[in-house]
């Protein structure tokens, strides 16, 4: 099973960007779907995780900026990032946890290579 984010990019403050990821190989549904994210010198944190019911959690620090979302049946999380702030910037990781592909037996804890989210002053 492999994670491939896109999406990211350079916006002003204030701004907007959508990121996606798409969970490929032998995939039948996935538990938890999450974005994190690390800026240089920090630890990765939460940004925002989505349930396979579509129950969404948030980071304080993005409540009412950014909305998560996902397709079950493309087995794909978004990550819809408003209101952008230079604290913003980082590298930003899709993560799957507790995946069930076709035959029945689980993987779990799967991470997406990064994108990069810089957000300009």
């Known amino acids: 099973v492999q994670l491939v984010e896109s999406g990211g990019g350079l916006v002003q403050a204030g701004g907007s960007l959508t990121l996606s990821c798409a969970a490929s190989?032998?995939?039948?549904?996935?538990?938890?779907m999450a974005w994190y994210r690390q800026a240089p010198g920090k630890q990765r944190e939460l940004v925002a995780e989505?349930?396979?019911?579509?129950?969404?959690n948030y980071a304080d620090s993005v409540k009412g900026r950014f909305t998560i979302s996902r397709d079950n049946a493309k087995n794909t999380v978004y990550l819809q990032m408003n209101s952008l702030k230079p604290e913003d910037t980082a590298v930003y990781y899709c993560?799957?946890?507790?995946?069930?592909?076709?035959?029945?037996?689980?993987?779990?804890?799967?991470w997406g290579q990064g994108t990069q989210v810089t957000v300009s002053s």
């Open positions: 993560n799957a946890d507790r995946i069930r592909n076709r035959v029945g037996s689980y993987v779990y804890d799967r």
């Open positions: 190989g032998s995939v039948f549904s996935i538990n938890v």
């Open positions: 989505i349930d396979a019911d579509g129950a969404p």
